[in-house]
Nanobody
Framework: QVQLVESGGGLVQPGGSLRLSCAAS????????MGWYRQAPGKQRELVAT???????NYADLMKDRFTISRDNAKNTVYLQMNSLKPEDTAVYYC???????????????WGQGTQVTVSS
């Protein structure tokens, strides 16, 4: 059983910064693309950023100038550095990872439980 455990959310003032972390634990063969998504109240879940095992990144246009995704493959951990936060960034942020349990089996998408980020003065 694989678990994705997020941390680092909280309350921050507009213009502030937060760093989210997501660590994968459990028994698996390999982790591929990891990423962050977010869901604001009353809205659909949306892409924030993804990163491949090799470090190639993809960002949603609204976040690419303020957010930075990174990963530590040795620690099976993905990070999201968020700067210049705005009230509209308020949402639950979810970690996502494509994980292959065993060689020869297809990779499956896994989600973390989510961490709340609130940007407010």
């Amino acid at each position: 059983q694989v678990q994705l455990v997020e941390s680092g959310g909280g309350l921050v003032q507009p213009g502030g910064s937060l760093r989210l972390s997501c660590a994968a634990s459990g028994s698996f063969f390999s982790i591929y693309t990891m990423g962050w998504y977010r869901q604001a109240p009353g809205k659909q879940r949306e892409l924030v950023a993804t990163i491949t095992t090799g470090g190639s990144t993809n960002y949603a246009d609204l976040m690419k100038d303020r957010f930075t995704i990174s990963r530590d493959n040795a620690k099976n951990t993905v990070y999201l550095q968020m700067n210049s936060l705005k009230p509209e960034d308020t949402a639950v942020y979810y970690c996502n990872a494509n994980i292959r349990y065993k060689l020869g089996y297809p990779a499956q998408a896994h989600w973390g439980q989510g961490t709340q980020v609130t940007v407010s003065s």
